[in-house]
């Protein structure tokens, strides 16, 4: 009788354990509640992510008449006008390229700054967190128009450099793939730094302390603890850095020439230009596998729980 | 006049008041009118208060200034109607903005012609204009509303101003003599490498690359020829522009020194003291623009607002702000000698020296080549 007693007892506590009794009908842990709290962030992915994206997959298989007219007709002509056509695999690939060079330069040049903010025994780092952010308090197309001003003929760059007779003739720093790449780096590298920033701060500083106590120099501990532990907010900083590079048309809109245009710039004069939807939608999806498969790939071979560890998750 | 609702119910309370109507009957509209007004729709009362504004997208910069300046601000003032403003670089891009948009959301377009027209009209864009509701009209130039007539008798767009295409050079670098002997062979000059410009537009490339070749732009017959101007063009081009601010921006800062541009802007600029020529070459482009009411908007208000355009007095107002002509024929309407001196008017009003852009021809053509434009312009 005592011993089924106790047992009663310590099931119940069990049961109080999991469950938070809320009242008659619902627990704390209650599937259906779960469901409840997800629910709207769940309908809103369904109608402003799925949805659209449903729709302009329907819209890869629809047949373009003429400027601004297409037919709900279906068609594979768009499909096998981008697998035929070199001209979109050639774009494809270029974007590719672009996107892994900004992602890698970001990497380098970002890693450094990161390093500093978290290392530096500066009383007010705050400030230098919103050193990073103040760009963003302007606005992004200002901020790619500023670098006419810097790079162009009548720049500050040139306008020094023949003042100062070091050139005869302004160089030609703008509207080239250097410039889309220098536009690209300004725009993304406080994403990168911030990335790593976050996952140098999950370091537990007594690693190093003890692996220096054990006889490492400064370089060997970085190099045996510091950075490997900070790789995960390196990789995550690369995967963002590429897929916001890769999907970008604004900065080589003004900062490129026509040859330097990303796969971005095609889907943007497919649809506004040539008011061709159907196969705007078809390029549209396209980049979107694309990138998308790159992101898959990176995150099972990286662990997308590494990845969300280097977001701050 | 269009009744408002107020309006509509102090005529019944007269009526009533008069003995015109019945308690009953009184009692019985009012009733009606109250139980409407209590069971609209959200979007009924959206669409009601779109009465008191008109929306305008037109091309931004020094021009929708100077139409902001003498035409909607004194129409708001004599009106209360606003007018919402919003702006665009490239008029496809308003055209795809307008198809994913609500009917009534974008009202009236500051359109590029004939050549546009045929687009809104394809994509059954368009209005019916009452043109009772714009006396004003009997002022425009008829060989400018004939082209719009010809695809739609009755009308959606009201031709407002015109102008040209030409070639544009800062005159530091290049003289006014060495611009008149080449002319449009000025953007193929080898000489300007890497500081030539153009408006990145299929219909003025392959325009420009027809009067290089010697050809008819309203009837191409070697195709492959223009193509091949085109890409001389691009190979030697610094940048192709895309809007009016960039173009000035490009020509101010001395970026580029000889490209093809439009009138009005290089007038803006040389008014600004910038050193920059103009000049139309033999065949140059010349374009003219509307103001076209788009299906779905309240026609009332934006018929009264163009007819309020196209008075002599604003329309005046406004094409000394713009730099562009206006669609006022000068046989009718004595226009000022600043208007007289502008790139591309015509004092005659039968446009006989202008060539404009067959629309059909250009229409039939405009998918593929635009297609290979787009190619071309992008290293192809």
């Not at chain 1, 999907?247 to 900062?255: A, E, I, N």
């Amino acid at each position: 009788m005592k011993q089924s007693s106790l047992r009663e007892h310590k099931r119940l506590e069990e049961g109080a354990l999991l469950r938070v009794r809320m009242n008659n009908r619902w627990t704390l842990y209650d599937p259906r509640l779960a469901w409840m709290l997800v629910a709207p962030v769940l309908l809103l992915l369904i109608f402003f992510l799925v949805l659209p994206i449903a729709v302009m997959a329907a819209y890869t298989f629809f047949t373009f008449v003429t400027a601004g007219v297409e037919t709900s007709a279906l068609t594979a002509a768009n499909w096998q006008e981008f697998f035929t056509d070199s001209y979109y695999s050639g774009f494809l690939l270029k974007t590719l390229r672009v996107g892994a060079i900004t992602a890698l330069l970001c990497g380098v040049l970002g890693y450094f700054p990161a390093y500093f903010i978290w290392a530096t025994s500066f009383r007010h780092k705050w400030l230098l967190l919103l050193l990073l952010i103040v760009p963003f308090w302007i606005s992004f197309t200002i901020r790619t128009f500023s670098w006419i001003n810097i790079l162009g003929e009548q720049g500050v760059i040139n306008v020094a450099l023949l003042r100062m007779g070091i050139i005869s003739e302004p160089l030609p720093m703008l509207y080239n793939e250097g410039a889309v790449i220098l536009g690209l780096l300004h725009f993304l590298l406080p994403y990168m730094i911030l990335n790593v920033y976050v996952s140098l701060e999950g370091i537990d500083r007594t690693l190093i302390a003890a692996a220096r106590s054990m006889g490492c120099t400064s370089a060997q501990a970085f190099r045996e603890v510091t950075l490997p532990l900070s790789l995960p907010g390196l990789a995550a900083g690369l995967l963002l850095c590429f897929v916001l590079a890769a999907g970008s048309y604004v900065t080589p809109q003004l900062l490129g020439s026509g040859r330097d245009a990303l796969f971005g710039n095609l889907i943007y004069d497919t649809i506004m230009g040539e008011l061709n939807w159907p196969m705007g939608a078809t390029l549209s999806i396209v980049l979107f596998l694309v990138l998308g498969f790159f992101a898959a790939i990176y995150t099972r071979y990286m662990g997308m729980s590494q990845i969300v560890k280097g977001l701050g998750g | 006049m269009k009744l408002t609702t107020t309006k509509r119910l102090e005529r019944l309370h007269d009526r009533y008041a008069n003995g015109d109507l019945s308690r009953r009957t009184f009692l019985t509209l009012t009733a009606a009118a109250a139980a409407s007004a209590g069971l609209s729709m959200p979007w009924m009362g959206r669409a009601l208060a779109a009465v008191e504004e008109v929306r305008f997208d037109g091309w931004g910069g020094t021009v929708q200034d100077a139409i902001d300046k003498f035409a909607f601000q004194p129409y708001t003032a004599k009106t209360k109607i606003k007018v919402v403003q919003g702006t665009f670089g490239d008029e496809d891009e308003i055209i795809t903005k307008i198809k994913t948009a609500k009917p009534g959301d974008y009202q009236v377009i500051h359109s590029s012609g004939v050549n546009y027209y045929i687009k809104y009209v394809n994509g059954g864009l368009t209005s019916e204009i009452n043109e009772a509701n714009i006396p004003n009209m009997a002022n425009v130039l008829q060989p400018m509303i004939e082209p719009f007539r010809k695809l739609t008798p009755k009308l959606s767009a009201v031709p407002y101003d015109y102008g040209t295409t030409g070639i544009a050079y800062n005159t530091k670098v290049i003289s006014p003599e060495e611009a008149k002997e080449k002319g449009a062979a000025l953007l193929l000059d080898k000489k300007y490498a890497g500081k030539v410009g153009g408006y990145s537009d299929m219909t003025t490339r392959v325009w420009y690359a027809a009067l290089a070749t010697g050809q008819d732009p309203n009837n191409l017959k070697d195709m492959d020829t223009i193509w091949a101007k085109v890409r001389e063009t691009r190979d030697l081009a610094k940048k192709f522009w895309s809007s009016g601010a960039e173009l000035m921006d490009l020509l101010s800062k001395g970026e580029i020194v000889v490209t093809d541009a439009w009138s009005g802007r290089v007038a803006a600029l040389q008014d600004q003291g910038h050193p920059i020529g103009y000049l139309d070459p033999a065949g140059s482009y010349a374009w003219m623009e509307d103001m076209l009411i788009l299906k779905g908007s309240p026609m009332t208000e934006c018929e009264e607002l163009i007819n309020f355009m196209l008075d002599p007095a604003t329309s005046i107002a406004v094409a000394e702000g713009q730099s562009y002509p206006p669609s006022l024929d000068p046989t009718k309407v004595k226009l000022t000698d600043k208007i007289a001196k502008l790139p591309a008017f015509d004092p005659t009003g039968t446009m006989k020296a202008l060539t404009f852009a067959d629309p059909v021809y250009w229409a039939t053509n405009e998918d593929a080549w635009t297609k290979q434009w787009n190619r071309i312009s992008k290293g192809a």
